[in-house]
């Protein structure tokens, strides 16, 4: 990404979802706050927004809002100015813009980067900002291609990059380039959205401006991109971070097969790779395979298991012979020797599986 030359860049931040797609590890842990290559996830998105030149963040809390400000305090440690906006009630993606925007110091002609804290993606923010403001545009959406665009916003553009049409989650999807989650404002289209009330920008505002004759502007972009909103993609995301596929200047040590946190113990014997994390004060015993995964903070994955594209939460235990394979393991579980979790398992925090309680596989 480049640095932009604009004093001031602003940015909002939503992170208000509850993550329910990811549970159990939303059940004490916001989703943007969550372990993703050796740090929570949002600190990728701060470090990146940081180097686009963006200079102050405003957070749009609701879901456990309290741990953010624990978490990121007043943004100096990334060279940001962060403040926190919450909603007492939930109030859509536009009413969360709108409410958020109370806090912003711009002037109405100024633009306004918004990011959803739930996406990973590599494109040139600062680019999308320029081009924003080339145009005059009212919004900038960042747009991407993906094989499956009924599960997203479609976007049609037309020949000069103005957005056509807004088609949310359509079955017939009219082109496979979708809404990719980060929108460039101008401020003064923000202050048009209704405040303390329920909003859509997907459903609402973007057809209203459209409709209206206003420039909704395409940022097309082949970057790389992913919402982490699934276990898969979150241990995707975690992985890809780790292997370099995406650069990140939050990465807490250099890319390659593992990052291995403060304290965490890999014996010789054991085969770790694939950009797994082990958290920090974690144990690998010998024998142990684990590939593409994410460890938490004092977890132990015992001699001889198997752990492949899984999380396992802090301080949970991988006994001997247990295979994990797509599978998510909550804080502190116990799986005991021989179980198999595989195909999108999820073991609740707290839960002790016996000996071969579980088995996907017939006995040998």
Known sequence: MTETSL???????????????LRPLTLGTPKPLLPTAGVPFLAHQLAQARQA???????????RAEMFSEAFGDGSAFGLTLEYMTEETPLGTG???????????????????????D???????????????????????HLTEVEDPSRFGCVPTDDEGRVTAFLEKTPNPVTNRINAGCYVFTRSV?????EGEVVSVERETFPGLIESGALVLGYPDSAYWLDVGTPAAFVKGSRDLVLGRLTSPALPGPVGELLALPGAMISPEAKVDGGTTIGARAVVESGAQVNGSVLGDDSVVCSGATVTDSVVGPGARIASGAVLRDAVVGDGAV?????ELLAGSRLWPGVTLPERAIRFSSDV
Do not use: K
């Open 119 to 141: 996406i990973l993606s590599g494109h040139d923010m600062a680019d999308q900002v320029a081009r924003h403001i080339a145009r005059r545009a009212a919004v900038t959406l």
């Open 335 to 339: 799986v005991g020797p021989g179980n």
């Open 190 to 194: 923000i202050d048009t959205i209704p």
């Open 7 to 21: 004093p001031e860049l602003e940015a909002i931040l939503l992170v208000g979802g509850r993550g329910t797609r």
């Open 95 to 117: 009413g969360a813009i709108r409410n958020a925007a109370q806090a912003l110091t711009c002037a109405p002609d100024a633009p306004v980067l918004v990011l959803n804290g």
């Open 53 to 63: 030149g963006v200079r102050r963040i405003v957070f749009a809390t609701s879901y």
